[in-house]
């Protein structure tokens, strides 16, 4: 073996430091269920969104509890800022968070999700 050769611990990834916290973090505990919405049409809707847009479930349960809600057209909106992250467990994480939008109908203790997505505009708009 090299002795010159160092090693380091692999460096972990954004998605599974976020993990890491989101298992500790009380907050995501009261986010209730939430479900993914499957249509006739297109049964893994939501899942291929997420994969296409590397985000993970516990992105999802972040937006729900820390994001601005608002309704349009039935549906209810979360979306994730400068803002709201910066006083959250996830603050070092704003720049991968920023922008995030769960869409999603709510019937009692249940969430629907029916996508999730970036707003690039939200994403741009970099906030002290």
């Known amino acids: 073996m090299n002795s010159s050769r160092l090693t380091h611990p692999p460096i972990m990834n954004t998605h599974k430091q976020i993990q890491q916290i989101a298992t500790l973090d009380d907050r995501l505990a009261t986010v209730d269920t939430y479900i993914p919405v499957c249509k006739f049409k297109d049964i893994n809707h939501l899942e291929r969104r997420q994969q296409q847009r590397a ?4 992105m999802i349960r972040i937006a729900i509890a820390y994001g601005q809600k608002r309704f349009d057209h039935g549906a209810i909106v979360y979306t994730l800022s400068d803002r709201l992250l910066k006083h959250s467990p996830y603050a070092k994480f704003t720049d991968a968070l920023r922008g995030l939008q769960v869409i999603c109908l709510q019937s009692l203790n249940t969430y629907q999700i ?13 906030r002290n």
């Open 55 to 58: 985000i993970s479930q516990d």
């Open 114 to 126: 029916l996508t999730t997505y970036w707003n690039f505009e939200t994403k741009r708009r970099v």
